[in-house]
T-cell receptor, first 114, second 112 residues
Framework: AQSVTQLDSQVPVFEEAPVELRCNYSSSVSVYLFWYVQYPNQGLQLLLKYLSGSTLVKGINGFEAEFNKSQTSFHLRKPSVHISDTAEYFCAVRVFGNFNKFYFGSGTKLNVKP | NAGVTQTPKFQVLKTGQSMTLQCAQDMNHNSMYWYRQDPGMGLRLIYYSASEGTTDKGEVPNGYNVSRLNKREFSLRLESAAPSQTSVYFC???????????FGPGTRLTVT
């Protein structure tokens, strides 16, 4: 069975500091990987995705993520965060052979402090 | 393009009342989904529809029914609301060739 684990439920960080949000997944088959962001009282919007090719993917708002197949991880990073990055971030997986289902992590709340 | 729209945005129900949450997408996607979001639990899949005319249960289908009215619309019905169904409900759509899901703005439901 597939599962997605986001190890940190909350990450406090000061403005302009770097941040890493961790995501690990379990799957015996190939996957597509996604990071979504949810601002307060809004729906989810796509931040970035890994489909194939280069393991380092860049997304919107200066975020990037690295796919590590051996560690089954897809950690999200930003070198310098802004107050406006305060939001909840969700990692998601779509599995080859079962394209109708997406599996979501429990979310990480990023709180950027001045 | 409006993307994925949901109505209503907010709803308060009394225990035992029924209601239908509406969802529509204008991206010609085949697949549509209903999720609920509760604090600390991420998104949990209630039902999904891989294509017009088909629906399947997700993780937490009890207490809900769905209808895929046509390719654009996918509704979620609570026949007899319970306080445990207090949640934020999201509709999403996708297509195999599109890869990611597109989400609506959500419906915040409170059952008292």
């Amino acid at each position: 069975a597939q599962s997605v684990t986001q190890l940190d439920s909350q990450v406090p960080v000061f403005e302009e500091a770097p941040v890493e949000l961790r995501c690990n997944y379990s799957s015996s088959v190939s996957v597509y990987l996604f990071w979504y962001v949810q601002y307060p009282n809004q729906g989810l919007q796509l931040l970035l995705k890994y489909l194939s090719g280069s393991t380092l993917v860049k997304g919107i708002n200066g975020f990037e993520a690295e796919f590590n197949k051996s560690q089954t991880s897809f950690h999200l990073r930003k070198p310098s965060v802004h107050i406006s990055d305060t939001a909840e971030y969700f990692c998601a997986v779509r599995v080859f052979g079962n394209f109708n289902k997406f599996y979501f992590g429990s979310g990480t709340k990023l709180n950027v402090k001045p | 393009n409006a993307g994925v729209t949901q109505t209503p945005k907010f709803q308060v129900l009394k225990t035992g009342q029924s209601m239908t949450l509406q969802c529509a997408q204008d991206m010609n996607h085949n697949s549509m989904y209903w999720y609920r979001q509760d604090p600390g639990m991420g998104l949990r899949l209630i039902y999904y529809s891989a294509s017009e005319g088909t629906t399947d249960k997700g993780e937490v289908p009890n207490g809900y029914n769905v209808s895929r009215l046509n390719k654009r619309e996918f509704s979620l019905r609570l026949e007899s609301a319970a306080p445990s169904q207090t949640s934020v409900y999201f509709c999403a759509s996708s297509e195999i060739q599109v890869y990611e899901q597109y989400f609506g703005p959500g419906t915040r439901l409170t059952v008292t």
